[in-house]
């Protein structure tokens, strides 16, 4: 087995560690910067606070981002970085501000549009705007990512697009930027964070640094979720579910996602499931089917954290999509049964490849089926 870790994203962790923000920027030496804000943080006045904050160094705050952000505010956030000469930039909000911040950052160092990336048209330059990013949701980990997802609606495609220059300079964690997410986002996006440490653990690039992550990540998430859930205000819950997302980033990014993330983005893209939601739809179902693969080594991580085998992880899993209100059935999701075949035609994107099981169109309709 051979296999290379690298992480080079500077962490700071802890609540109230915003208050790192003032350390970074001197530390930078830079001027002119931008604040890509998730829109919630821009009405509640937050947006505004940081850049007081940031006595000068923060002069802009660019929040037209939707969720599951487009190539075209990407586009339009490279459109302010041109116009106001931006040095660096600083990310506010969940997976969608920082993915579009993080390809903002990259993208603006060349002529061309967003789109001709994602479709791998041209390929992602080498170089970027220093960024710090700083997440709100315990979910995606895309603080410590080389990833971006984007979609492309006029394609009518969401997909992740990787490259090193992707990377965050600093990632600052601070759990009570979390405790405002209303109870759905809070299990939707600690979903997230279970796909990512499982899928960590699974892909069949996995390796012996990740899959330690991915335990660590995978026991927090099962120890603090519902209890986050049922109490969003439970400080210590928050801090143990921020600390399972960034492990859970750091778990995924070298091994990259599988089956799970592969079906997800086509959930989110035809019937407009949120990311997290997505993954917790067909989760339990990728245990059972991976179950067995590479010698039962999923028995052997559930073992670990408690469960008799992997079957019964996933009727855990199960249970708590069921006590946190995700979506269980094809009628709770909005999806027709004679929408199938095509359904598992179109989840049938590239994150398939690295399932450790060789899933085929069939055995995706079975899988579909199974959740009538
Ligand atoms: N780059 C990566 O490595 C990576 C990994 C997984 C997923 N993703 C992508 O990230 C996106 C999903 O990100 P997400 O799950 O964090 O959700 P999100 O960023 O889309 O946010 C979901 C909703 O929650 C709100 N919100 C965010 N933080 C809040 C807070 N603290 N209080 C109140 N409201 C808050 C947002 O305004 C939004 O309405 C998807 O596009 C997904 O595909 C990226
Ligand atoms: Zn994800």
Not at 46 to 58: D, M, P, Q, R, V
Not at 236 to 246: F, L
Not at 282 to 297: C, Q, T, W
């Amino acid at each position: 087995m051979e296999w290379v870790y690298t992480q080079p994203v500077k962490i700071f962790f802890g609540s109230k560690k915003l208050m790192n923000l003032s350390r970074i920027l001197r530390e930078l030496n830079l001027k002119n910067g931008l604040l890509v804000s998730d829109p919630f943080f821009t009405s509640n006045g937050f947006a505004n606070e940081i850049i007081e904050y940031s006595k000068g160094l923060l002069i802009e705050v660019f929040s037209d981002i939707t969720p599951n952000p487009t190539v075209d505010n990407v586009d339009a956030c490279i459109q302010l970085i041109k116009e106001k000469n931006i040095e660096f930039i600083a990310a506010l909000g969940g997976g969608s501000a920082l993915d579009c911040a993080k390809a903002a950052a990259t993208i603006c160092m060349t002529e061309y549009p967003t789109a001709d990336f994602l479709s791998s048209k041209r390929n992602v330059p080498k170089e970027h705007l220093p960024l710090i990013a700083i997440p709100t949701t315990a979910g995606t980990g895309s603080e410590v990512t080389a990833t971006v997802v984007l979609s492309d609606i006029n394609r009518g495609v969401k997909a992740p697009l990787s490259s090193d220059s992707f990377y965050p300079n600093y990632a600052i964690i601070d759990p009570a930027l979390t405790l405002s997410m209303p109870k759905h986002t809070t299990a939707s996006t600690g979903f997230d964070v279970l796909s990512h440490a499982l899928e960590g653990f699974w892909s069949k690039h996995h390796q012996p640094i990740c899959d330690a992550l991915s335990l660590h990540a995978t026991k927090l998430v099962f120890d603090n979720l519902l209890r986050a859930y049922e109490d969003g205000n439970d400080l210590y819950a928050r801090e143990r579910m921020s600390e399972a997302s960034v492990i859970a980033g750091l778990a995924f990014s070298l091994p990259m996602t599988a089956g799970v993330h592969a079906c997800s983005y086509t959930l989110t893209n035809m019937y407009g499931l949120p990311h997290g939601e997505a993954c917790a739809f067909v989760l339990d179902k990728f245990i059972r089917i991976n179950a067995e693969a590479e010698d039962g080594r999923l028995h052997s991580f559930a073992r670990q954290l408690g469960f008799t085998d992997a079957f019964d992880m996933a009727d855990r899993i199960l249970e708590l999509k069921k006590a946190t209100g995700m979506k269980v059935t094809l009628e709770d999701a909005g999806i027709d049964i004679h929408d199938i075949e095509n359904l598992a035609v179109m989840s049938m994107h590239p994150d398939i490849f690295n399932n450790p099981i060789r899933i085929s169109v069939e055995m995706l309709i079975e899988m579909y089926q199974s959740l009538a």
